[in-house]
């Protein structure tokens, strides 16, 4: 009985002993050593009240990391607010000189027939002293630029 209960101990334990995991002791492995990285700023604007927006970059070599942010203004934004806000306050000649100080608008509103303010003066008076003054219009205008070529043209 005592041979039985040794043998059959050994079967049992023998193939754990066996085919047991081997520790390595002789490991190279180097967890100490992070690859290098560049993280871009993170720029956050979420105030809808504000004409900016944002954009950030970053760049990684294996020696030499870059990372930069930067926010754009935007100018047509701006112009929008301002001229909102003064005609909230009851300024319609103003709100409307702040947005002819974008090309377009002026030469829409050439167009149409009803010129931009000038120096105070609307309508007609307005639309003498543009004539007079070109030089004063915003200088991406096609109006004054079109009439300047014909002018051109017509000497020729």
Same mark, same amino acid.
């Given at each position: 009985? =005592?041979?039985? $209960? ?7 334990? *023998? ?5 047991? $995991? ?8 180097? &967890?100490? #050593? ?8 993170? *720029? !956050? ?6 004409? +900016?927006?944002?954009?950030?970059? /970053?760049?990684? &070599?294996?020696? *030499? @990391?870059? $990372?930069?942010?930067? &926010? ?7 112009r929008l607010k301002l001229s909102r806000g003064l005609y909230g306050? @009851?300024? #319609?000649?103003? /709100? !409307? ?5 974008? /090309?377009?608008?002026?030469? /829409? ?10 120096? @105070? ?10 004539? +007079? ?11 004054? =630029?079109? =009439? ?9």
């Amino acid at each position: 009985m =005592k041979i039985k $209960a040794i043998v059959f101990a050994l079967v049992m334990l *023998l193939p754990s002993i066996v085919f047991a $995991a081997d520790t390595n002791t002789n490991s190279t492995v180097v &967890t100490d #050593k992070a690859p290098p990285t560049a993280s871009a700023p993170s *720029l !956050v604007i979420n105030n809808s009240d504000v004409c +900016k927006s944002a954009a950030s970059a /970053a760049i990684q &070599t294996q020696i *030499l @990391g870059f $990372a930069s942010g930067i &926010t754009v203004t935007d100018e047509n934004c701006e112009r929008l607010k301002l001229s909102r806000g003064l005609y909230g306050m @009851g300024m #319609k000649v103003a /709100a !409307v000189s702040m947005l002819c100080q974008d /090309a377009r608008v002026f030469d /829409a509103m050439w167009m149409a027939g009803t010129p931009c303010p000038y120096n @105070g003066s609307i309508g007609d008076t307005a639309k003498n002293n543009w004539e +007079k003054f070109p030089d004063e219009a915003p200088s991406d205008s096609i109006v004054f =630029k079109k =009439k300047q070529i014909n002018q051109e043209l017509n000497q020729e």
